[in-house]
């Protein structure tokens, strides 16, 4: 059934359909129902994309930055994204704003993000968000900030959360709550945030905004050392011996088993 579904898609495809050769492209690259042919997959691709299929200049722009089929090519992945992020492609839309903003064009990267953001795209927003926080191409604006940072965080965006969580526990745009702030650095803290692990584990260290639970302290210490760098990985480095040093040994080997088990666990989603 699949592979009469390909030789239609495949038909149209060749009588110049470019959404039926965006179809037959991603078959051939993913390999459904049909041999995976990545070559054939770019091909086709590019058919489509030059007929002006949004997605298919997306996906060829992505191979093109990642080498994926095709030498890297920095400029040919701007332009096909660009083609897509005009017509309105949100996931080209952020691209080309992280893009810009890397290369310090806080101009371009405000245009692109703000088209991405408004569409519901949360790393755009989580970025956007982080330049009215810090006043990158715009005045600073707290509020502004902690706004983009909330519907970035409600989608899930673990780098939002945190900053989110940041504006709570100093007031910076919102009024000032430590059990909110708490709440936040724990869900990003969850999905494996670094500098969230580390700003958990300092809340139970003190009791704030949480029981003060040195178990849970060390946990979190623990695995921000693990995966943090620079400022995140000292502070969680420096939290592990204060709360070991509150600790009974039975309860800093349960502290070690809870990390353990957090990471067997974090594998696990990974490998789903």
């Known amino acids: 059934m699949q592979t009469s579904y390909f030789q239609r898609k495949l038909r149209n495809a060749e009588d110049g359909d470019s959404a039926a050769q965006f179809a037959v492209a991603a078959m051939l690259d993913a390999g459904s129902g049909v041999p995976q042919d990545k070559a054939e997959a770019l091909k086709w691709y590019r058919k489509s994309a030059e007929l002006g299929e949004s997605k298919a200049q997306l996906l060829l722009g992505w191979k093109y930055e990642s080498g994926e089929g095709v030498p890297r090519d920095s400029r040919q992945a ?15 839309q952020a691209i080309l704003g992280l893009s810009a903003d890397e290369r310090r064009d806080y101009d371009e990267a405000l245009k692109w993000y703000r088209l991405a953001a408004g569409q519901g795209e949360p790393e755009a927003q989580a970025r956007l968000g982080g330049m009215y926080s810090k ?4 005045p600073q604006d707290h509020a502004e900030a902690a706004s983009w940072f ?10 939002a959360q945190a900053e989110l969580g940041m504006s709570l526990a100093t007031g910076d745009g919102v009024k000032q709550d ?5 709440k936040w650095f724990r869900l990003a803290a969850e999905n494996g945030e670094p500098r969230a692990q580390s700003l958990l584990a300092s809340a139970y260290l003190h009791g704030i905004g949480v029981p003060q639970d040195f178990v849970e302290a060390y946990k979190w210490s623990n695995l921000s050392a693990a995966s943090a760098s620079g400022e995140a990985r000292e502070a969680g480095s420096t939290i592990r011996p204060i709360a070991a040093s509150k600790m009974t040994v039975a309860q ?15 594998e696990k989603r990974r490998q789903s």
């Open 78 to 92: 701007a332009y096909w994204c660009r083609l897509a992020a005009e017509q309105g492609e949100v996931s080209a």
């Open 150 to 159: 909330r519907k970035a965080a409600a989608q899930g965006n673990a780098m």
């Open 178 to 182: 430590d059990r909110e702030a708490a």
């Open 252 to 266: 800093v080997a349960q502290a070690q088993d809870r990390t353990r088990d957090w990471m067997d666990a974090l």
């Open 135 to 138: 006043g990158r191409g715009v």
